[in-house]
């Protein structure tokens, strides 16, 4: 079972940045997709950003144009720039990386906090 290791949350003004990083444990070529999703308290997660093994990303409306998913393969880490960052991208955040089986894996998650 791979083991995805998020860092990078923490507290920010609205319009700020932050980068979350998860490592994974083993080859990220391993997975069709690797990507972020997010969860309020008594809410359901959410997608946020995926890329695939090719490289290609999507991401959710609400994103798109403030946040970068992007990767090193040499590192096996995936990247989730956020930058223009609003009281509503407030949650914990969490890495999946999805199997060709579509298994999917989740890492413990990181606390993103946009207030001021």
């Known amino acids: 079972q791979v083991q995805l290791v998020e860092s990078g949350g923490g507290l920010v003004q609205p319009g700020g940045s932050l980068r979350l990083s998860c490592a994974a444990s083993?080859?990220?070529?391993?997975?069709?997709?690797m990507g972020w999703y997010r969860q309020l308290p008594g809410k359901q997660r959410e997608f946020v950003a995926r890329?695939?093994?090719?490289?290609?990303?999507n991401y959710v409306d609400s994103v798109k144009g403030r946040f970068t998913i992007s990767r090193d393969i040499a590192k096996n880490t995936v990247y989730l720039q956020m930058n223009s960052l609003k009281p509503e991208d407030t949650a914990v955040y969490y890495c999946?990386?999805?199997?060709?089986?579509?298994?999917?894996?989740w890492g413990q998650g990181t606390q993103v906090t946009v207030s001021s």
């Open positions: 083993i080859n990220i070529f391993s997975f069709n997709f």
């Open positions: 999946n990386a999805r199997y060709p089986s579509d298994h999917d894996s």
């Open positions: 890329i695939s093994r090719g490289g290609v990303t």
